[in-house]
Structure formats: C-alpha cells, structure tokens
C-alpha cells in the first residue's frame, strides 16, 4: 500500500522499521548510478543522507571530518565549553584536504644523502621540501630533481632554489578560500606546482599541491564526493542546549554570543538538541536564533508528531528531528512511558513536514541500512549513533575484553552524560542533585567495526540496492516508489539468516 492507505488502516497500531518491509518496483536502475543527495535547508546540501549524532561518544571533529569527507555530516555535541565546542567547528572547517598548514621542512645545512637516506626509511614519502630556519622563516625549496644519489654530498643551501627565485603567496590571499586561491595562483603561474604560503614575518604557514586541488576540483566526478560548503570547505553542524538564567528565562547574551562564535568559523548549522522539542522553551530558543541568526540552517527536535513538526516550523527551524525512545541506549520509553515506534513516528512527522514546507530527519532505532532505506522513504536524512559509536574516528579509548575490541557509547541522557553537561536536553539542571536528575538513557559498549569511511561505505551501497529495487534514482523517488506492507513475526524471522550456522560476518 501506498503510505497514507498503509498507515491509516494501521491505526491505532504504531509500527517500527522491522514491523514492515517494502514491496519491490519495477526498475531500470542500477544501484551504482543512484544519487543519494539530499538537504537540510534551502541552502545546505549533502551528498549522502547521513548525520552523525551530537553524542560525547560519537561526534567530535574527527568523526564530523570523516563524515563529511564521505558526504554526509557531523554534530559535534555540547558536553563541552563553548570555546571548545568552536574549536572543534574549526578543526573540520579547516581540514582542508590539500591545503598542509604544517609542512615537512628541512635545514639549510642538512646533507642531500641525509635526505635521501630519511626518504628510504620512509619518513618522508616525497620529494620536494621546503627550506626553513629553526624559526620557520622559509629560505628556499628543494625539488624533486635535486635529491639524488649523485649530489649526496651536497648542503641543501647549495642547492635549492633561493627564497629569491621563489613564488609565494600571501598568507591573508589564502585563509578565506585556500583551494580557490591555489587554482587562481597554478592558472598563473605555469609549470609550478606548490603554493608556498608565507606571513608578514617571511614564515612558511602552509603548502598547497596542484595535484591536491586537482583532486579536489575533480570530486564531482568522483564516486565519493565530501559534503562541502560553497568555499570548498567541509561541513559540519553544532548541538546547542538553551542556556538559562536564574529565573529560568534564556540566557540571549550567553546564547547569541556561542552561535556568534560558531558562525564566525562558518558553521553550516546548529542544532536545539533536546528530547522534548514540543514544548514552549525550545520553541523560544528556536525563534531566539531564528531572530538573531536569520540565515542559519537550524535543526531542532525531537518531536513524533505533525504538530510538533509544525510548531518549530514555524518558529524558524529548517529541519526537524523526530524520534523519542527508539534509539539503541534510550530508556525514556522505559522510564517516561512516552514516545511512537519510529516508523509511525516519521509518518506522521512528514505529514506536517510537507504542510509546512520543512525537512525531518529520522533520529535514532536505524541499526542496519534496510531501515535507513524504510526511513529515507519518510524523512530526508537520519541520524546515526550505535552505528557509528564503535569506529575508530568516535571519541573514546579501545579497550579489550577476553580478546574482543570495545568502545564506550552512552545516552545522553544517562547520568553521566548529564552530569558532564547535556542534562538541560533532558528538562533538568546539571547542578540537580542525583536524586533529582533522572536517567534516560544507558551506558554501553560497543564492538569496535573499524573505519567510518568502511562502516558507511557499506550502509551507502545498501541503500543504493533498496533504491534500485525500487526503481529510484533519487530520494524523491524513492519515497514516491515505497509501497509498505506489514510483516509477521514469521516473515521477520525469514528475513534474517535462518537455518544455517553462519560462517561469515554480516556486513549491514
Ligand atoms: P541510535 O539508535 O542510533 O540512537 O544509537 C541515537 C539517538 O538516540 C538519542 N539519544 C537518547 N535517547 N536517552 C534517550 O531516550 C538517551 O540517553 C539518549 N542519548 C541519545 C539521540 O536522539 C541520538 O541521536
């Protein structure tokens, strides 16, 4: 059935990812050449469908770096100062792939054999250096066709190219748009092919390769394409809680002056993070945003209804999360006795979605690509926690038990979590005493499953199978495409490996 006949005859039962599967279309197209693009706003795009989520165990900038770096993005969470929180925005903003702000450099007076015997080892895997004094200030550089075994007993002052002869650009030319500013500087200049960049001072303060920006300025033709914003930058989002008074009013001040900080390192979106986003004071914290930021994409949530959509709506959120319970360490459900099985949840959601004109991004519950291929079908992202907690760009130590590889993942609203700032995303103060701070949430662990860039790497080619089943060569179509039907606790069990012992390890 078609998702409003589906849905509606479900009433009054509320249905989950693996309480349905959908029915398979006529296709002529290939999973390869789906294109799972997407968007949070009118202005923030994504090449994949998929968020890592603002958790102390899952995104910082390491993760929100890989994450983009695969097309999709990072929310770096908020149990951290503010200061700290922006330093991590401008870690990914100014992870420019191509652009080395610490370049591998050399002495004036170090031997073209010592050189070479540093490049053998492996040390350096490449052959032109620049030149610098023990205070960095860049002295000249030595290329490729010099460091060779017949001038091994050559000083590297002897042989370099002097600072002289070198063409160089400004370090304030390039800050704003290194890659842009590099294209500009190899259409000039013709046969070279390494942008030093210099400071007032005469210091070296970065290196960029023609190759690099080749590999950059060729992404959109690449499979693999980084989500990046219009200055080729990474994108990367930031969770924000409302900050209070005494009085339990907003703190403005104390807010504007966090988002201002954010923004002025180009944050592409905040996020109001809390887990009951229907009510009247995230509703003001969106609109104080809203009002002071009015170009920035917000993101706010968590809401399970079309009413809860259509409220932050119109307080100016662009983009809504939906979800309440069905993440793999939540027990507000246990707890609070509240929240709608996912997949009912985002019906509804993009019920009021479409009267008003937003997106929804399904947060929490997806353990495997097939119900992030069910969700896509609602909502225009999702959200992922436990899937990513255990790869190696997720904050937090490995440790090992009886041999096996573990990583930690807790709820935010555990009280640990709570305690180290994310309470206000469940109602209470941090500074509450235990008794008065109430657990949403567990602490876990979580096997270790290598990369982000492996884990998503499979997630995406799910989800291009689903849309090729499907016969959907983009996400609108794949939710005009999705045909629902319920599934028996006998087709669940089909539906998994059976009556086999399994030698291989699944990859979902
Ligand atoms: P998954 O299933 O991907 O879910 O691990 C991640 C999402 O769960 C939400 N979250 C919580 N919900 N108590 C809750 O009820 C918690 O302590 C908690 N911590 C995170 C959040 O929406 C996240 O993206």
Request: glycine letters at 10%; aromatic letters at 4%.
């Amino acid at each position: 059935l078609a998702a409003d006949d589906f849905f509606k005859s479900n009433r009054p039962v509320a249905l989950t990812f693996d309480d349905v599967s959908l029915a398979t279309r006529y296709s002529q197209i290939l999973p390869r050449d789906t294109d799972l693009a997407t968007s949070l706003s009118d202005t923030l795009r994504l090449q994949i469908p998929i968020i890592s989520s603002d958790m102390d165990t899952v995104t910082e900038s390491r993760m929100a770096i890989a994450m983009a770096l695969n097309g999709g993005m990072g929310l770096i969470h908020y149990n951290m100062t503010p200061k700290d929180q922006v330093r991590e925005v401008a870690r990914v903003k100014r992870h420019i792939h191509g652009f080395l702000q610490d370049p591998i450099t050399i002495r004036p007076d170090m031997l073209i054999g010592d050189l070479l015997a540093r490049i053998e080892q492996k040390t350096f895997s490449f052959s032109t250096f620049p030149v610098t004094d023990e205070n960095g200030v860049l002295l000249g550089l030595v290329s490729g066709n010099v460091v060779k075994e017949r001038y091994k007993t050559k000083k590297i002052a002897d042989v370099m190219t002097p600072r002289a002869d070198l063409i160089t650009e400004h370090l304030n030319a390039v800050t704003k748009d290194p890659i842009k500013a590099a294209d500009t500087f190899f259409n000039q200049h013709i046969g070279i092919n390494k942008m030093l960049v210099v400071d007032d001072a005469g210091k070296l303060r970065g290196m960029v390769t023609s190759r690099d920006v080749e590999s950059i300025t060729n992404e959109a033709k690449s499979q693999r394409k980084p989500a990046r914003d219009a200055n080729f930058r990474l994108v990367v989002g930031a969770a924000i809680g409302p900050v209070r008074n005494p009085d339990g009013s907003l703190d403005r001040e104390k807010i504007v002056s966090h988002v201002s900080a954010l923004v002025a390192e180009n944050v592409d979106v905040v996020a109001i993070s809390t887990a009951h986003g229907h009510t009247a004071g995230v509703g003001d914290m969106v609109k104080l945003v809203r009002d002071a930021f009015p170009e920035l994409t917000i993101i706010a949530g968590n809401v399970t209804s079309a009413s809860g959509v259509e409220y932050l709506a119109d307080c100016g959120a662009n983009a809504i999360k939906v979800g309440q319970g069905p993440g793999s360490i939540c027990t507000t459900r246990i707890v609070a006795g509240i929240g709608i099985p996912q997949l009912t949840a985002l019906y509804t959601a993009s019920k009021g979605a479409a009267a008003k004109g937003v997106r929804i991004i399904a947060d929490g519950g997806i353990t495997k690509s097939g119900d992030i291929v069910k969700a896509l079908t609602l909502a225009d992202s999702v959200i992922l926690g436990g899937l990513l907690a255990g790869c190696r760009e997720a904050p937090g130590e490995i440790m090992e038990i009886n041999g096996k590889f573990y990583k930690q993942y807790r709820g935010m609203g555990t009280l640990a979590a709570m305690k180290a700032g994310s309470a206000a995303r469940y109602g209470h103060d941090k500074n509450d005493t235990a008794r008065k701070l109430t657990a949403e949430g567990i602490e876990a662990l979580k096997e270790v499953s290598g990369s982000t860039d492996d884990v998503l790497g499979n997630l995406i080619g799910g989800i291009q199978s689903g849309m090729g089943y499907l016969g959907a060569k983009s996400l609108p179509e794949l939710r005009a495409n999705a045909r629902y039907m319920r599934v028996s606790p006998a087709g669940q069990k089909e539906a998994s490996p059976h009556d086999v012992i399994e030698v291989s390890t699944r990859k979902q």
